[in-house]
């Protein structure tokens, strides 16, 4: 077994990954009072995708996506897919993509928090339902949490 220190970065990536979902929640219940929600779960899934290989990366993104399932109200398990098919995508792209420069990575985080975005908001509606009301508050909460992570995303690739 190796006992390099980069055997363990999947270990780094996944306990501060643990530590910025821990804050978020705290961030998005006092967001809750003026009905607006952060989702920036594209940049958690991008950043092992980047810059972790893959065997470290799918052990970071299946332990945050179990424990991201396990403060929901959804099966555990029900992010495992999404997330994984997200990881490969630009794990294998990410030889053509020039990912150091500051503009492709934070297209990169944008397009892979949008696909989740889409999945969550989709997996809501046909859990509890559509209204116009719904459509309007969830394209809110995308509009918000896009320029968010855009605003901060070059601050995960320095």
Do not use: C
Request: proline share 3%; net charge neutral; aromatic share 18%.
């Amino acid at each position: 077994m190796d006992k390099s220190p980069e055997s363990y970065q999947w270990l780094v990536i996944f306990l501060l990954h643990m530590v910025i979902v821990l804050l978020l929640s705290q961030l998005n219940q006092t967001l809750a009072t003026v009905s607006l929600f952060l989702f920036i779960n594209g940049l958690l899934v991008t950043f092992p995708a980047l810059f972790l290989p893959f065997g470290q990366g799918i052990v970071a993104v299946i332990l945050l996506s179990i424990f991201y399932d396990s403060g929901e109200s959804w099966d555990i398990g029900t992010s495992l897919i999404p997330y994984l098919i997200t990881f490969v995508i630009i794990y294998y792209t990410r030889p053509r993509i020039r990912y150091q420069e500051k503009n492709v990575f934070k297209s990169v985080v944008l397009v892979a928090n949008l696909a989740l975005f889409v999945y969550y908001t989709v997996l809501a509606g046909t859990r509890f339902g559509t209204s116009s009301s719904f459509v309007l508050l969830n394209l809110t909460h995308l509009v918000f949490s896009q320029l968010v992570l855009y605003i901060f995303s070059g601050w995960f690739q320095s």
